[in-house]
């Protein structure tokens, strides 16, 4: 191997080790995008996640409210149920005593 042969051989090992190096860097490109990715795709991951929790949540809050004022409407009609009984059963008396009191107040 003469001088001229080296020369080749050293360009030609500069060559490959120009080439390694640009495959290397488009390889940490290509890695760097692809974990840009994998980061945007597991944040959209999450929110829509969380969207879902909290729609859940909401919905679950909903239907205990209409539960809670379903049982504050029957209670509200059963007790006024009560109170009209209560009214029926309290007139006479009433009467009587409103009776009372006016002949206590007018004269006769």
Same mark, same amino acid.
């Not at 191997?1 to 050293?10: A, C, H, R």
């Not at 090992?13 to 290397?24: H, N």
């Given at each position: 191997? $003469?001088?001229?042969?080296? +020369?080749? &051989?050293?360009k030609?090992?500069?060559? @490959? #080790? ?7 860097r488009?390889? =940490?490109?290509? $890695?760097?995008?692809?974990?840009? %990715? @994998?980061?945007? %795709?597991?944040?959209?991951?999450? =929110? %829509?996640?969380?969207l ?11 239907? *205990?409210?209409?539960?809670? #004022?379903? *049982? %504050?409407?029957? &209670?509200?009609?059963?007790? !006024?149920?009560? +109170?009209? @009984?209560? +009214?029926?059963?309290?007139?006479? $008396?009433?009467? /009587?005593?409103?009776?009372?009191? &006016?002949? !206590?107040? &007018?004269? /006769?």
């Open positions: 191997m $003469g001088p001229q042969s080296d +020369v080749e &051989l050293i030609a090992i500069y060559r @490959a #080790e120009r080439e390694a190096e640009r495959i290397v488009e390889a =940490e490109e290509t $890695g760097r995008a692809l974990l840009a %990715a @994998a980061e945007t %795709a597991a944040r959209e991951s999450v =929110e %829509a996640k969380n879902e929790i909290t729609r859940g949540e909401r919905e679950k809050r909903e239907k *205990e409210t209409a539960e809670t #004022e379903k *049982e %504050a409407q029957t &209670l509200l009609e059963r007790t !006024r149920l009560q +109170v009209e @009984a209560w +009214v029926r059963r309290s007139e006479p $008396g009433i009467d /009587s005593i409103a009776n009372a009191l &006016l002949d !206590r107040i &007018l004269p /006769s």
